[in-house]
């Protein structure tokens, strides 16, 4: 039984990943072909990060692709060895994991990730990509599933 529901949530989580992975490469591609748009509160513009959130990290230069990579693939592993964990949440996983191995290709080809989301209405907000939102949003389901499995 476990391993068809395995089986299954692979192909939950395999979707996930190419859906959020080739649409974020889809809209860089639209980024780095010249797309751009401004208004008063949001802006597309062209930024490359070498760094993560913030910049912050940016010291480590190439190490830093590296390094993600490790911490994926061991974030993977882990999450294989916790199997009723991962088939619970199997489409959160692709999202996230399709939106950071997204980030780190950008890495390779372009020397930083393809940022391109400017929020700067009544503050400036750093600039972000569909792949970090989708990040974001698959740690707030995850939350979320948390904090309401804890209430029943």
Do not use: C, P
């Amino acid at each position: 039984m476990l391993n068809k529901q395995l089986k299954k949530s692979f192909l939950i989580f395999g979707f996930g990943f190419i859906l959020v992975f080739a649409l974020d490469q889809w809209i860089k591609y639209l980024i780095l072909g010249g797309l751009r748009w401004e208004s008063e509160a949001l802006s597309i513009i062209l930024v490359f990060n070498r760094g993560v959130a913030f910049s912050m990290l940016s010291f480590l230069g190439d190490w830093l692709k590296y390094l993600q990579i490790f911490l994926v693939v061991l974030m993977g592993f882990l999450l294989i060895r916790q199997r009723e964990f991962f088939i619970r949440n199997d489409y959160v996983f692709g999202i996230i994991f399709g939106a950071g191995f997204s980030n780190i290709l950008d890495r390779f080809i372009h020397g930083g990730v393809v940022d391109y989301i400017y929020w700067h209405y009544g503050f400036e907000f750093a600039v972000f990509n569909f792949a970090d939102a989708m990040i974001d949003v698959g740690v707030g389901i995850l939350i979320l599933k948390m904090l309401l499995s804890k209430t029943k």
